[in-house]
């Protein structure tokens, strides 16, 4: 299934909401959509609503048009539909496409993806590099070869990234529609069956390295001018190869490769009008075979590598499919015996009533406690009405120190004085800072609480065995030691619609 405009527009991480979708349980149903929309920061609700009612939903919603997730903007009298490609359909037209599905949505601030190093300003920096070397040192037919050198090293890096699922903005405005109805610009149909093979590398891997090493080699003309020539001349072998393929096999054309193949006549012009022949050099044919070797090895490299990557990726999301079923999950949940707590006066947070409790053991100075408070705090925010949580602070007043006891006091203290968020906001407040007499002073009071009750419940918590933190229980259910603790998200929606579990 594609949705390349949504992903876009959601500016998320395409790779991983892939991985995500692809690796959820109920892939490809709308239930793995909205979870896996959810799990990359956008929160959504999803409904089956008669379209008589559409007048009434907001400018933007996500409904299943043509068979595909897609983002419905309204504009004007009409509706822009992003999926795979963007269009704009009439009210008509639209409800005609669509089933009843859908999906009301709300970005938060996480909802955007963040890369762990983004190499393109290091590559506009390098370009400028070049460029001013250029037209600052070389004549002026020289400069413009290198222009065009860069403009196709841009633009095969594009293609490089686009083969491993890196949605391209450049490529789709050259590209335009690309559906199967648009055969003159069907640049999936050449770039992505690109049947060429050589180690691995297609035929458009090798317009990178071929581009890259005349944007180097185009920094030592006029003395590298022969070799230049040369290779221009070669390339219309791959003129004439990639026009074959287009005109004769595919019959199709592509407007990127038609893009390349004008960037490669250019440059043939250039080097056979205005490039003078130097001297045989030996030095120069040293370089150029190096240069070459250096940049078909980097290419080769990296293919490999994502190659790999997106293999893992591929057989990890068929694992996790497996993993994240719920009946396997419930069937590891219940695998272990029930635990009964006894009934202390502590931090009960959300609905009390509700038939879903989350109980979690924790030490304020635990490191690893602060993410599992931090998705306790995510349920709560989520399901404020359908879930009671349970915060289980292990406390010994035998062994714990005059610190720990003034911030368990602090803590008690907010919690029957203050609102819940008042309460939550100390504790989250607690794991950032580490600091007691913040909290103290949060609470307003320093005077000693009565910690019994804490004591009673750490006795309660050794009774049953569960001496480490932090631990997830879920209607006195362990949480299985096989999944982490964000798995939950995977499984929170059926636990609570699970009549067997409540």
């Known amino acids: 299934m594609i949705f390349d405009k949504l992903i876009n527009y959601l500016k998320l991480d395409k790779q991983e909401f892939s991985f995500q979708f692809n690796s959820h349980p109920n892939y490809p149903s709308a239930l793995a959509f909205s979870d896996t929309l959810n799990f990359m920061g956008v929160k959504n609700d999803a409904y089956e609503l008669d379209k008589e009612y559409w007048d009434e939903l907001p400018e933007e919603f996500i409904a299943i048009v043509d068979n595909s997730f ?33 999906l009301l949505f709300e970005k938060t601030e996480h909802a955007e993806s963040k890369a762990v190093f983004d190499f393109k300003p290091l590559l506009y920096v390098i370009f400028a590099i070049i460029l001013g070397y250029s037209f600052f040192t070389q004549t002026i037919f020289e400069a413009l070869f290198n222009v065009l050198s860069l403009a ?18 450049v490529i789709g405005s050259i590209c335009g529609d690309t559906s199967a109805k648009q055969a003159i610009n069907s640049c999936d149909k050449i770039i992505k069956q690109d049947k060429t093979s050589i180690l691995g590398l297609k035929f458009s891997d090798f317009s990178l390295i071929y581009f890259t090493g005349l944007a180097a080699l185009g920094l030592f003309l006029p003395a590298t001018a022969y070799i230049v020539k040369g290779f221009t001349l070669v390339s219309v072998l791959a003129i004439a190869y990639s026009l074959y393929i287009q005109a004769f ?16 006549a250019g440059q043939l012009v ?38 790999q990557k997106e293999s893992l990726q591929k057989s990890n999301a068929k694992n996790l499919r497996f993993k994240r079923n719920y009946e396997l999950f419930k069937s590891q949940l219940l695998e272990k015996e029930k635990i009964e707590f006894q009934d202390t006066d502590t931090f009960t947070l959300g609905n009390k009533d509700a038939k879903f409790r989350l109980s979690i053991v924790s030490n304020p100075y635990c490191g690893f406690c602060k993410d599992g408070h931090k998705i306790m705090e995510g349920l709560l925010e989520k399901y404020p009405d359908d879930i009671s949580v349970q915060i289980r602070f292990n406390y010994s007043s035998e062994r714990a120190d005059e610190k720990y006891t003034k911030l368990l006091s602090a803590f008690k203290h907010i919690y029957q004085t203050k609102p819940q968020k008042e309460f939550l906001k100390a504790v989250e407040e607690w794991f950032e800072t580490r ?52 798995d939950i998200w995977f499984f929170i929606d059926e636990l609570m619609e699970d009549e067997d579990f409540q």
Not at 86 to 101: G, R, Y
Not at 459 to 479: E, R, V
């Open 70 to 102: 897609s983002l419905v903007k309204k504009t004007g009298a009409g509706y822009s539909v992003y999926s795979e490609k963007a269009k704009t359909l009439n009210k008509e037209e639209l409800h005609q496409k669509s089933t009843d599905f859908v």
């Open 152 to 169: 196709g090293v841009y633009i095969s890096m594009e293609i490089f990234n686009q083969k491993f699922g890196n949605t391209s903005t």
């Open 249 to 264: 096999v595919e019959k199709a054309f592509c407007r990127v490769c038609l893009l390349i193949i004008s960037i490669l």
């Open 270 to 307: 250039l080097s056979i009008l205005f490039f003078q022949s130097t001297p045989f050099s030996v030095g120069a044919l040293l370089l150029t075979a190096v240069l070459w070797i250096l940049v078909f090895s980097a290419v080769l490299y990296f293919n490999n590598i994502l190659s």
């Open 435 to 486: 600091d007691e007499n913040k909290i103290v002073s949060l609470s307003g009071s320093s005077a000693p609480e009565d910690l019994s009750p804490f004591v009673e419940m750490t006795k309660d918590n050794s009774n049953s065995g569960l001496n480490f933190t932090p631990i997830f229980i879920l209607n006195g259910y362990q949480f299985p030691d096989k999944y982490d603790r964000e």
